[in-house]
């Protein structure tokens, strides 16, 4: 199976992404080689994009980067909204001649309204499929707010909406144990505003929640991979069935009880 990857790269969550997926190729457990690595940030822009684009490098992996600051910046600043279109076919050109079979996006902060007509493409979001969307940020302070006892990862195909499209899989985690509870008692009866306002994401609720998860994003998506691979999730059918469950498989690569 060939591998379109999308990322801006900037955080431990998107390297650790593509770390997993190459380690999993290279042991045998996914039938599959990454075709090409899309960045839409270029080198210098951020220290933690910069070491993503070193190991892209390092694997001898084809790489291509379009700044996205640069391109708005080179189009007048105009508001991006206007831009995405554009930005999307500027893309689509330096990927000419590549034909992944599907496509990652693994942390790519942009919209895609053409990149994901063109290219079957997928995307990693850190919560269940009837969960809140946004940025990871957002979803663990609405998990927080809601006082929820569980949350997921799941996989659905990218659409123009953002985390509007149907889910193929996720897997399920509770909020609940360990420094989890510890988390808990330390928020007592404050609100995540107030809490928010305060600590911020050094509250160790905060920190548990996003742990929990980022264990989990990994695995999980090398498992959604071998799926597709072995064609139990069809990708271009999504959401003519339910989503795979893949809670079992994670647990077990991770030793939950």
């Known amino acids: 199976m060939r591998i379109g990857w999308f990322s801006t790269g900037r955080g431990e969550g998107s390297r650790g992404l593509l770390t997993a997926t190459l380690a999993a190729i290279d042991d045998g457990r996914l039938d599959a080689e990454i075709e090409f690595v899309f960045c839409n940030r270029d080198r210098g822009q951020h220290e933690g994009t910069d070491r993503f684009l070193d190991i892209v490098e390092a694997r001898g992996i084809p790489l291509v980067t379009l700044s996205s600051q640069g391109f ?133 609720l905060f920190k548990a929640i996003r742990s929990a998860g980022l264990a989990r994003e990994r695995p999980f998506l090398v498992e959604t991979l071998r799926a597709i691979a072995a064609r139990r999730v069809d990708v271009a059918g999504a959401g003519r069935s339910a989503p795979l469950d893949l809670t079992a498989e994670v647990d077990a690569i991770l030793g939950a009880p």
């Open 72 to 204: 708005r910046r080179a189009h007048g600043g105009q508001p991006w909204a206007q831009l995405r279109e554009e930005f999307d076919r500027a893309a689509m050109e330096g990927l000419r001649g590549f034909s992944p079979d599907v496509s990652v996006g693994a942390g790519y902060m942009l919209l895609a309204p053409l990149l994901c007509r063109h290219y079957a493409m997928i995307n990693l979001h850190p919560a269940l499929p009837d969960g809140p969307a946004g940025t990871w940020q957002q979803v663990i302070w609405e998990l927080i707010a809601e006082r929820a006892r569980e949350s997921g990862v799941m996989v659905h195909v990218m659409i123009p909406e953002m985390d509007s499209g149907p889910a193929i899989s996720y897997c399920r985690y509770p909020l609940t144990g360990g420094a989890l509870d510890a988390g808990w008692a330390a928020l007592g009866d404050r609100s995540s505003a107030e809490v928010k306002a305060g600590e911020g994401e050094d509250h160790p």
